[in-house]
Each structure stands twice: as C-alpha cells, then as structure tokens.
C-alpha cells in the first residue's frame, strides 16, 4: 500500500481518536466535575448531570447523522469531516473553561449542556463520515483493510482517555481533581482536535465522490433520496443492532460489570479493560485485511453466531471471575468475537449505498441503531441487576446478535461491488486478486485490450 493511501487512512481515522477521547473522558470524569456545577447536597441534581446529560449525547447522535450525512453528501466528505472536528473541539473548549457552580450558579451547567449536544451532533456525523471517506478513498481490494482503523482510532481514543485518567490519578491528588484537575483531558482534547482540523483542511476529496454524477446536486443527501433506499437503510439498522449491544456491553459496561458483579476491585476491572482493548484495537486490521480475502459475510457471521451462543456462557463465567487472569481470557475471548463486526461494518455500509445518499445512508441509520441500542445498554444492564435477574442481560444482548444474524445470512455480499455504480446496471469490480496494490493500473497488452465503447 502506497504512502498516500496511507495518509487518507490517518487523516480519515485519526479524527475519531479526539472524537472518543473527548466522549470517553466526558463519562470518566464526571464523578470530578459533577459537584462543580451543583450546589453541594443536590445528590438529584448530580445524577442528573452524569447520567441525563450523557443520554442526551446519545439522543442527539440521530440528529447529528442527519445533518452532518446531508453535508457529507452534498458538500462533500472532506466538509463533513472537518466540521465534525470543529464541533467536537468546540464543545471540549466549553466544558474545559466552563464556569463552576459558585461562580455562576446553573449557567455552568447550562454551558456543560450545550457542550453536550454539541458532542453528540459530532459523533452521531463522525461514524458515517469517516466510514465513507475510508471506504471511497481506499482501493478497492483493501476496503475492508482501510475501514478497520476507524475502530482502531475509536479504540485508541478510549485507552488514551484512560491512559490519561490513571495518570492524573497517580500525579494530582483527590481534591485536585475535584477542583482543577478535570479540565486537563478537555483542554488536551481541544488541542487534538485543533491539529486534526488543519489535517482536515489540507485533505483530498475522494474520487468517488467527485465523479459521481447519478443523482442531481439537489437530490443529494436528503431524506426523499435515502427513501429510495428504504430496504439498505433497514439494513443498517437490523446489521448494527447486535453489534454495537455486543460492543458497549464490552467496552464500556465491562469495568462496571467485572466491579459490581464480578468482585474485582475497580483497579483490576480497569487494568482487564484496557489490557483487552488494546488486543482488540490490533485485530482489527487483521480483521479488515481477512474480509478483503474471504468476504464481508463469513466474518459478520461469525461474529453473529457466537455473540448468540456464547454471551450467555462468557457473561456467567466473568461474573464469577475472581482475578485478573480469568477475567482477561474471557473479556478476550468475548472482543475476538466481537472483531468480526467492528473491523469491516464501516465499509459494509457504505458499500450499501450510492455515492449521492451514501453518507446519510451509513449516518442517520446506523445513529438510530446505536441510541436505541448501544446508547442503552449499560441502562438495559443495570435494570436486569436491579430487577435481580442480571442473567436477563445476557440473554438480551444474545437476542440481539441472533436478530442480526438472520440478516447476515440473507444479505448480499458487498465486498466486490463498484462503489461508483451501486444500484447500476454493474455493481460488481471484475475479479483481481483481493489483496494487491491498486495504485497503479494494470497494464495489458494489445490483444487483450477492449476496444472504445465494449
């Protein structure tokens, strides 16, 4: 792979590193800043504002795919992503230097809400813009490859937040970070976000998207084209559902559940997640390289059907693990499976759509998908718990990846088809071997050439 394809990869993804930065350390330091924007004693307003304001990011995600699909797709991708960028940055700037309560009673927290919404208009746009500037910009034997570092630089977003968190947990003290101390990881995310912006500036637009010409500028990107396309956007949905309830269920919910259920202590939970995140962001291009080779298809039903039948298994056998090891084999095992849908979903969207509808096609779907379902996992968990039949949960998120897997299994492949022409008369690339360099045409001889207009 050439050193541009290379750069398209990095600018591409590197933007939803800041972006799950900012979103991840949004949650893991609201327990530091929480008090700031409350009078002490409001116990309600507190959790209000760790839990109300973080669901109110994921209910914006729906309308952020909206409008940030619609400019992807009728300004372009590089548009797209460079106002995602700015938004996010944004919205880190404003919750860094946000007045606390003593200083400016409920406007903080109103500063803190808008900074919210804002973050949520960004990463509902950021998914769909990187995944289809990943996929566009990529040859077409690498697709699956290139769009794997999206959950690659999302992963990494969340490890560095928790890098950063242990950090100033072993440098400042506890009333620090109660005080100052939280604003750190919100003034490095704007900072982040501010070089990510001028890369942005300086990127190319795809290919695919400047040459396309089948649907009129007026028609791009709009709800009554995206309708055109009802049964692809279904798609997204049903192919998201069991994904991204398995995906928060071992991200986000795994530190929770490996402390309250498991009796871990809350270091050893920590350690378990970072260290299988980390193993799970370096399969990825593995991943996306293998689907390159066999097909979308094997991998996400691979991922459907053991997420069915072994969430219920691995989620018993973590609740009872009782140190480190055993819970890092099992949260291993659990994100392997897990590979299957994260490395190549991207660009299993975007292969969906045409090049007109396509970023609003992958957006405002898959935000839907990821509020109903992702967004409230840890919520759906926490009520099973609460209700003392925790197992529920697990055979809640396995119902989910069985719905999915029935759509696995009676969806076409995509990895062949022609980005500039799907829904033509040829949607599928000519056979070439899956894994070669593209970047430069392939020469053929006189006699095999075609001649103008076959």
């Keep these: 792979m050439g050193r541009q394809h290379w750069k398209k990869i990095w600018v591409g993804s590197a933007g939803n590193m800041v972006e799950w930065f900012d979103w991840f350390v949004y949650a893991s330091f609201a327990t530091y800043f929480a008090g700031a924007f409350f009078p002490s004693g409001d116990d309600t307003a507190k959790l209000m504002n760790t839990a109300g304001l973080f669901a109110v990011g994921f209910f914006m995600r729906p309308l952020g795919g909206w409008l940030l699909g619609r400019v992807g797709d009728r300004r372009g991708r590089k548009s797209a992503l460079t106002l995602t960028v700015t938004l996010m940055s944004a919205s880190a700037v404003l919750i860094a230097i946000a007045p606390t309560y003593a200083v400016a009673g409920y406007g903080g927290a109103a500063v803190l809400l ?27 034997g690498r697709r699956g490859f290139a769009s794997s570092f999206q959950y690659v630089s999302m992963t990494a977003g969340q490890l560095v937040g928790l890098g950063l968190q242990i950090l100033l947990q072993h440098t400042l003290s506890d009333s620090a970070l109660h005080s100052w101390g939280w604003r750190i990881p919100f003034v490095v995310g704007a900072l982040g976000a501010a070089v990510i912006f001028y890369l942005r500036r300086n990127m190319l637009e795809t290919e695919v998207y400047e040459e396309s010409g089948e649907t009129s500028h007026e028609d791009r990107g ?173 055979w809640y998120v396995a119902g989910c990846a069985a719905v999915s897997l029935i759509v696995y299994l009676t969806m076409r492949e995509t990895r062949d088809i022609d980005l500039k022409n799907v829904g033509g008369a040829a949607t599928v690339v000519p056979a070439r071997p899956a894994i070669e360099d593209t970047t430069e045409p392939a020469k053929s001889s006189p006699a095999q050439s075609s001649p103008p207009g076959v």
């Excluded at 808008?114 to 990529?138: F, I």
């Excluded at 298809?297 to 090891?325: C, D, E, K, Q, Y």
């Design 222 to 394: 709009t709800i009554k084209a995206l309708l055109r396309h009802k049964r692809e956007a279904f798609l997204v949905v049903a192919l998201t559902m069991g994904g991204t309830v398995a995906y928060y269920t071992y991200t986000t919910y795994l530190t929770k559940y490996l402390s309250n259920s498991a009796g871990l202590s809350k270091q050893t939970a920590t350690l378990v997640s970072f260290c299988a995140l980390f193993v799970f962001m370096c399969l990825q291009p593995l991943a996306g390289a293998l689907s390159d080779r066999i097909g979308r298809r094997p991998l996400l039903v691979t991922f459907a059907v053991g997420s069915t039948f072994l969430t219920v298994p691995i989620m018993t056998l973590l609740g009872h693990a009782g140190s480190f090891w055993p819970a890092l084999g099992l949260a291993l095992l659990a994100l392997i499976v897990v590979t299957g849908y994260t490395s190549i979903n991207a660009c299993v969207k975007a292969e969906l759509f045409p090049t007109g509808v396509r970023s609003l096609g992958v957006a405002l779907p898959y935000a839907i998908a990821n509020a109903l379902f992702g967004g409230t996992a840890e919520y759906v968990a926490l009520w099973f718990k609460k209700g003392g039949i925790e197992s529920g949960y697990y």
């Design 114 to 140: 808008v900074a919210r919404l804002l973050q949520g208009l960004s990463v509902g746009g950021e998914y769909a813009a990187s995944a289809t500037y990943l996929t566009e910009a990529s040859a077409p």
